[in-house]
């Protein structure tokens, strides 16, 4: 090894050659672990010039209270004298020149040079790698805009506390800010998150040091109290009410909160986290509607133990009809009133069936889905299943599908729809997607650019329950709706209530008014329907016109 450059053997040149071009440090061992060669990125790694290295053990590299073991495992070595990966399994150090540590990977490799065995040891430098795979560990497990707990890592701790058998006192909140939406839709998304992360930390100033709190996403957040009674849970319920009360946090904009509780019930409970998390909900949205700003009890403020059992009995079925099956699609004709001609315009109805074969009207369940966050979920499969009758039914002219309000708020709803109807090859003027009249007033930001975006590829919309609304005109000067459908209550009793005659005629002249077709629904005789088209009403539905029918037996009877 002693050999100059220019007097080398080529193999040995090149040898040198990739040495010193190779991205890791390499440093070669006698058999006594002496350092005989030793490459540039050597130097830059460890910070010695390669002549100091030279002759020195090779755990002149490594932490003092790594070196004897060292000494021992490098003997194994040279007995068995096979390849091995280091680094990867437990954790390695080497030693810069200036005494600074920094984790590394090391490979080792046998060499025999002349009969004399040699040890190439190839050093990584690995700070980078696991400074990434920590942050990857943050980001998987922590809220990007709060820096708390996010849902995944509070579902794998409150598992992992049920799964522990110490559940004796234990206790969960939830957190959810009233008026939040009314921030966020007026003053915009920078002063929202101003106001959550305000709102963390003071949360974060409330809790013991071995609580678990998280953002689960929204406005809503959730406590985990390992250990705690009912009376501790519920008392720190009442110091977070109280401390959203006292003002607005960190200068952000006011808020209250309104907290649900429920607690694990001991070791005889057997309970799972899904469960504790849809009580503590059902518990806030108690305090929601007591008028928020306060503490409701799961047990205590929601009602009888088997009312609540059977919500989240419905809530589960409905969960489990999104992933297979037990929701139908209903379908109304709508008709063109003056017309004979037979419907080919149809309003979608969901209905959901029961474990039983009962099959449930919106009315049950819908509410329910909002509280427990399926809302959107639904109408996604809502607009799959429209899509996919439009395509095999291609004699229906209009398909009306309800959204609901939560899926206002959806950002991706309208190029999801868009997307869709290319898919399934539907021409989007066969869709009109109502949404109703609250809804919009209430989004109407929300309401208008969805909307704006629908109509932009060819999709029509009508503003459901009109009339509800009362006073709302000047919004909906500004909204892209295509037709205005009167509510019900104003149809069923027309014939004998002047009061609701006026309000129809008035409904029907802004409708017209404002460049949009009129629909009646609640239709349920002969005389209503002769009154409506005096009225100049467009459109009618109703029982007496035809009543919801499983939607593939109707369209399977279009000619």
């Known amino acids: 090894m002693s050999a100059s450059p220019v007097n080398m053997p080529r193999s040995d040149r090149y040898f040198r050659a990739l040495l010193e071009y190779a991205g890791d440090a390499i440093v070669v061992c006698d058999a006594g672990g002496r350092i005989v060669i030793a490459n540039e990125e050597t130097e830059r790694l460890f910070g010695y010039a390669r002549e100091e290295l ?28 096979a390849r091995r990966a280091m680094g990867r399994h437990l954790a390695l150090h080497g030693l810069r020149r200036d005494g600074s540590r920094f984790p590394i990977e090391v490979s080792l490799g046998p060499l025999d040079e002349g009969g004399e065995r040699l040890v190439a040891a190839i050093v990584r430098d690995v700070s980078e790698r696991l400074r990434m795979e920590q942050e990857l560990r943050r980001l998987a497990d922590r809220d990007e805009l709060t820096g708390l707990y996010n849902r995944r890592r509070f579902t794998l701790d409150l598992d992992r506390l049920i799964a522990a058998e110490e559940t004796d006192d234990a206790a969960l909140l939830l957190i959810d800010l009233d008026n939040f ?48 009674s009912l009376r501790g849970a519920t008392q720190l319920a009442e110091r977070i009410v109280s401390a959203f009360e006292r003002g607005p946090a960190g200068g952000g904009e006011p808020v209250t909160a309104s907290v649900g509780v429920t607690t694990f019930g001991g070791r005889d409970r057997i309970v799972t ?93 819908l509410p329910l889905s909002e509280r427990f966050g399926l809302a959107r979920r639904i109408d996604r499969w ?79 919309l009508a503003l459901d329950d009109f009339g509800t609304g009362f006073g709302t005109f000047t919004t909906l000067r500004r909204l892209p709706f295509d037709a205005l459908k009167i509510d019900g209550s104003f149809i069923r009793g027309l014939c004998d209530s002047e009061a609701d005659q006026v309000i129809v005629r008035s409904l029907v002249d802004v409708a017209h008014g404002l460049g949009k077709l009129a629909t009646a629904e609640w239709v349920e005789d002969e005389r209503t329907l ?25 369209f399977a009877e279009l000619s």
């Open 382 to 460: 809502v607009i799959a299943e429209s899509l996919r009758l439009a395509a095999v039914h291609p004699a229906v002219a209009e398909l009306a599908i309800n959204l609901s309000a939560t899926s206002l708020a959806d950002a991706d709803l309208a190029d999801h729809i868009a997307a869709g109807t290319r898919t399934a090859g539907v021409d989007p003027g066969r869709l009109l997607f109502e949404i109703t009249e609250t809804a919009a007033i209430t989004n109407s930001a929300a309401a208008e650019e969805l909307a704006r975006r629908l109509r932009a590829f060819g999709c029509r």
């Open 530 to 554: 002769t009154a409506l088209r005096d009225y100049g009403v467009d459109f009618a539905q109703g029982y007496h016109l035809g009543r919801p029918r499983p939607a593939d037996e109707v």
């Open 181 to 228: 939406k009314y921030v966020n839709d007026t003053l915009g998304h920078n002063a929202g998150d101003a106001v959550i992360r305000a709102a963390a930390e003071r949360l974060r100033g409330l809790i013991r040091s071995g609580d678990v709190l998280a953002r689960l996403g929204g406005d809503e957040f959730v406590v985990l109290l390992p250990g705690a």
């Open 54 to 81: 030279i002759g020195e053990p090779i755990e002149v590299l490594l932490p003092h209270a790594a070196r004897e073991r060292h000494v021992a495992h490098r003997d194994a070595f040279m007995e068995t004298h």
């Open 273 to 365: 986290g899904e469960q504790l998390l849809a009580e503590a909900d059902i518990a806030m949205y108690s305090s929601k509607e007591a008028g928020r700003n306060r503490v409701a009890l799961y047990g205590r403020d929601t009602g009888s133990p088997t009312r609540m059992q059977d919500d989240l009995s419905l809530a589960n079925r409905l969960n489990r009809a999104l992933t297979g099956d037990g929701l139908e699609l209903f379908a109304q004709p709508v008709v063109a009133v003056g017309e004979d001609a037979p419907p080919r315009r149809f309003e979608l109805l969901l209905r959901l069936r029961g474990a039983d074969g009962e099959l449930h009207s919106p009315a049950v369940f």
